[in-house]
């Protein structure tokens, strides 16, 4: 019976030294990669880095600028049949960039964990963009285009999703800490870049007249596909061949991405959970905006106070569009300086204020143009402040092989805001209780940002010293999970 017991004691013993070895060994694993990333890097070289994202910014622009037309006035959708494929992107955000994350995390590719993502996920891209850009010219039925549209439309989502995650991870894996904010600002500045440049050229007619002048069939539609696809490209071979990862060797065991993320959400810690809540809420506000601006403009501005035709009103919300990216590539300018001075949760608070200021009104400024324009181009302030505040929070809280993980989570959180309020706001209360109103859906956006913008005050910065050692949140049964905040 001693022996049996011995034995047994032997056993335990040898299975708790074995788990502790591998967290060892996950942790050193941990510190090389950190000190890999205490390099300190030159600005072209973290725009290599950050030139994937060139790929997700003109697809959204493509999204925001032509889906909607395309499924009413080409394929010939129903509203609400619109309304719900719409609804994938979201959710396939939800699922699709946080598996990639977890999956990526502890890849042991020989030429690194994320560029082989970002490099499939924009092949696919592009190829579902050219499926779609073929349905301006073939001659086949409406129902061959709405089923071809269908599958290209999800396959696109899925792929930019792949490769939008990823195209994020990179810069927390290779941009030291102290360089995080200047990445992120760079990625505002090529997402803006994007916007002005996409939008400006419809808000103009540019494909139109290119069309005129040479006498062939290009329009706004076909160019704007045209150039974003060319810029995809450009994007994805920047960071795939000019940027190099270090081959990921640690010991960490094979795990169940569902299991994992669980995990990660049940044991997430008060820092991360906030920065994520407000995250999400910031989307919930901004996310009227972003499905109604041009409507706001067509039928509340234009159409309501006779100020012009609907194309006028379309026009002129694509130009608001530019207007806005310009002024978050000018913010991004001093954004880093405000940090500096203020720390970054004062900031992103003073920019969840601003974001009030300028939804409220909309109810009393329709009649004048100009005032609408002003002030949903000063939302741009918010816009570079909630694309990379969290994402330079979350990857100085956490260690490198975890970034993928939480950012993932980070992501569902953002989701989850954009599904409530497209569900909440834009549908049911902008829908239904005042139909073809969109004004009144960004009154209501403007008292989530209040809420935002007093969460704010609960983030938790690196500099306060709360999240610096992990074996605080450890114990010895934790080691499939990932690691604890």
Known sequence: MSDQESS???????????????????????????????VKLSYWKIFMICAATFVNSFSGVINNSLITPLMNDVIHFEPYQSQIIWYFGPICGFVVQPLVGVISDHLHFKYGRRRIFILLGTVFLIISYAFIFALLFWNISQTAKKIIFVIAYFMQYASCNVMQGC???????????????????????????????????????????????????????????????????????????????????GNAPKENPFKKLWFALIHIKKPVLVINLVCAMSWMTFWPVCMNLSGFMTNDVFKAHNLGTYEDGLRWGMITWAVNAAVTVIFGFVLNPLIKKFGMKYTYAFSQALECVCLLPSNWIT????????????????????????????????????????????????VVGQLISSIFICTLIGGKVFPGEYKQTFSIAAGVAVISCISCFFITEKDNGTIENEDEYSTESSYDRPDSL
């Open 8 to 38: 047994s004691e032997i056993t335990q013993s040898q299975s708790k030294n074995e788990k502790l070895l591998k967290k060892s060994n996950q942790k050193q694993d941990d510190v090389e990669m950190a000190k890999v990333a205490d």
């Open 167 to 249: 195209a994020r991870f990179i810069v927390g894996d290779l941009v030291p800490d102290s360089q995080q904010m200047i990445a992120n600002t760079m990625i505002v500045f090529i997402s803006a870049f994007c916007s002005i440049f996409g939008n400006l050229m419809s808000g103009f007619k540019v494909g139109t007249l290119i069309g005129e002048k040479y006498g062939n069939s290009m329009d706004d539609t076909k160019l704007m596909f045209i150039i974003g696809m060319i810029f995809m490209f450009l994007g994805c071979f920047i960071t795939v061949c000019f940027v190099k990862e270090e081959q990921y060797t």
């Open 367 to 414: 009649s004048n143009k100009w005032a609408c324009m002003i002030l949903m181009a000063i939302l741009g302030v918010s816009t570079t402040c909630y694309s990379s505040i969290p994402y330079a929070l979350i990857a100085q809280l956490l260690p490198p092989t975890q970034v993928g993980t939480y950012m993932g989570l980070l992501n569902m959180f953002l």
